[in-house]
């Protein structure tokens, strides 16, 4: 008698993906309960740390909080999380506030769980930790995931990066266009890819590569 075949394994989640639909959630922070929805119509800028009181997690709050008001001018709310405490939180940032004087003006969602850590895919579903996530998620006011980034513990992100990149994304939106290497606000963007030879034609002789509206 053969044996049976033994029962399929669970499927494990899949990570999020560009152009998915950004996972809902509500929880603790910093500044009270936090549901993702309550950001909607606006961008948001949702980044986790691998932990608070550690020296790049540190540096990369205070270029945030700095930058807020360069963030908030581009209509993106900025939503930090870890897998830490909610009193961890509290007391971190108040430690950054007495010893470097800077206020941390956006919430810091604490995940003890990792429900949300694993709903975005920034954790593998066996991991028993979160030392190594430091992910970034750029979405937009319909909640769709429109940009991702992931760095190692001991890389800080770039804060004058994702200022490009949002102000890219919502340039490109704006015109039905692309932005090149390097775009910054003011600079010309490019024309999506021709779709037939005669759209080609009309393009000149750099025709893949010309600016949107010529």
Do not use: N
């Not at 108040?94 to 990792?114: K, L, W, Y």
């Not at 909640?143 to 490009?164: D, F, N």
């Not at 963007?189 to 893949?208: D, F, N």
């Amino acid at each position: 008698m053969s044996e049976p075949y033994p029962a399929a394994a669970a499927a494990a989640p899949q990570p999020v993906r560009i152009d998915d639909l950004a996972p809902g959630f509500t929880a603790r922070s910093t500044q009270g309960e936090v549901s993702l929805s309550d950001h909607r119509g606006r961008w948001v800028f949702f980044f986790s740390h691998p932990g608070d009181f550690t020296p790049v997690c540190t540096s990369e709050f205070i270029a945030f909080a700095r930058a807020a008001d360069r963030f908030d001018a581009l209509g993106c709310d900025l939503l930090g999380l870890s897998v830490d405490s909610l009193y961890s939180h509290i007391a971190w940032l108040g430690d950054i506030e007495r010893t470097q004087g800077v206020t941390i003006p956006f919430p810091v969602i604490e995940d003890p769980s990792m429900a949300i850590a694993r709903a975005y895919g920034m954790l593998d579903p066996a991991a028993g930790g979160a030392a190594t996530v430091r992910a970034s998620y750029v979405i937009d006011p319909d909640g769709v995931i429109r940009a991702m980034s992931w760095y190692p513990m001991t890389v800080g992100r770039s804060v004058e990066e994702i200022l490009r990149l949002v102000a890219a994304l919502q340039a490109g939106d704006a015109r039905s266009a692309a932005t090149p290497e390097g775009w910054t606000p003011g600079e010309a963007l490019l024309a999506p890819a021709p779709l037939s030879v005669k759209e080609a034609r009309t393009r000149g002789e750099l025709w893949y590569m010309s600016e949107a509206g010529q």
